[in-house]
């Protein structure tokens, strides 16, 4: 078999010999942080293509699942989605342009709008995810009370781990 230069896979749980790929001294890539950093690179691709798909943009999809757990007034949008008012307005009017969103005056603030995902926008957010979510269902069935009492724990520690950088 030829040759590519490359290295070719690395059993799991051993040392890490390429000193740019090692981050501490004695780290090891165990097959555990193997298939967590697989799962953050696929979960990264997951806004680009499903927005690609529902013919949205990543910022629309985003605001969509903000707007999917509340409504939101644009300036609270703005902040979730991390952009200014203005470009935050931009991604409502094409939501409203698609038929996704509304505004609405604000239930206690007349002055003011929030911003409500119609329901054919939840449906079309919803069924873009839908595969998803039903593997994932299906996955989280599968194990018994002490394995989800591990792979929880192993999540939260690595959600904090990643949150030391933000």
Request: neutral net charge; charged residues 20%; proline residues 8%.
């Amino acid at each position: 078999m030829p040759t590519t230069g490359r290295p070719g896979p690395r059993p799991a749980d051993t040392p890490v010999r390429d000193p740019a790929l090692q981050p501490l001294p004695g780290w090891q890539q165990t097959s555990t942080l193997t298939a967590l950093q697989t799962l953050i690179d696929a979960a990264s691709t997951v806004p680009a293509a499903v927005a690609r798909r529902a013919e949205v943009s990543a910022s629309e999809l985003h605001a969509l699942r903000h707007l999917s757990a509340e409504p939101l007034g644009p300036a609270e949008l703005a902040h979730r989605l991390g952009v200014t008012t203005a470009a935050a307005s931009g991604v409502v009017d094409r939501l409203v342009a698609h038929g996704h969103v509304e505004r609405r005056p604000h239930p206690s603030d007349g002055r003011r709008t929030v911003v409500v995902l119609t329901d054919g926008g939840r449906t079309e957010a919803f069924a873009r995810l839908a595969p998803m979510f039903e593997a994932l269902a299906r996955l989280d069935g599968s194990l018994s009370d002490e394995e989800r009492a591990v792979v929880d724990r192993y999540l939260a520690g690595a959600t904090a781990a990643i949150r030391t950088l933000l």
